[in-house]
């Protein structure tokens, strides 16, 4: 990664000023679905990964995280999936960082389909082969890769939280996977 003088310090806010922050103004996130595709770039499974929520339920998840000052889209999106996935995970990103969707989460339930109770946040949403050997990290209790059948036809979605559920269907949508 590539850094300017002018983060050099710290690339994000104490937890008093971003707690502060996250009730005045809405903070840029990334998600990012991870998938495997086959030899001809369909998607052929979809990585959930396995968390204790806030709440103190365990549910099911996508990779996601805030942008760092000075950080690109394209280095938010390698530092989260190493940060949930590991450094072998090998992320397949594109040649043009756009988003296939932008999501936007609100701290009042119903107000979207999306729900962050901490904060709305504005969050650019990719889809990404991963060619390496990906594995839960941190606070991740384990990851599961679902065949694009067991997403649409099975309830693995109804343990999502925030509304992950909501983007990955998106995402298959987007590629044609779901109707």
């Known amino acids: 990664m590539t850094r300017t003088a002018l983060d050099a310090e710290n690339p994000w806010f104490d937890p008093e000023d971003i707690a502060a922050l996250r009730r005045k103004l809405p903070i840029p996130y990334i998600d990012v679905i991870p998938v495997r595709v086959d030899e001809t770039g369909v998607i052929s499974e979809v990585g959930l990964l396995l968390r204790a929520s806030g709440e103190g339920c365990i549910v099911r ?9 000075h ?9 989260h999936v190493e940060k949930d996935l590991g450094p072998m995970a090998l ?8 988003p296939f969707t932008v999501a936007e989460y609100f701290p009042t339930p ?15 949403v990719y889809i990404v082969p991963m060619k ?12 599961t890769w679902y065949t694009v059948e067991e997403i649409i036809t099975g309830n693995v979605l109804d343990e999502a939280e925030h509304g992950h559920d ?3 269907r998106r995402a298959l949508a987007h590629c044609g996977l779901f109707g």
């Open 61 to 69: 998840s996508i990779v996601s995280g805030r942008v760092l000052l």
């Open 71 to 79: 950080e690109t889209l394209r280095e938010a999106i390698i530092r």
């Open 91 to 98: 992320p397949m990103l594109p040649a043009c960082p756009t």
């Open 110 to 124: 119903m107000v979207g389909q999306l729900h962050d109770p901490r904060q709305h946040a504005i969050s650019m």
């Open 132 to 143: 390496g050997d990906c594995a839960p990290q941190q606070d991740a209790l384990d990851l």
């Open 166 to 168: 909501v983007l990955v």
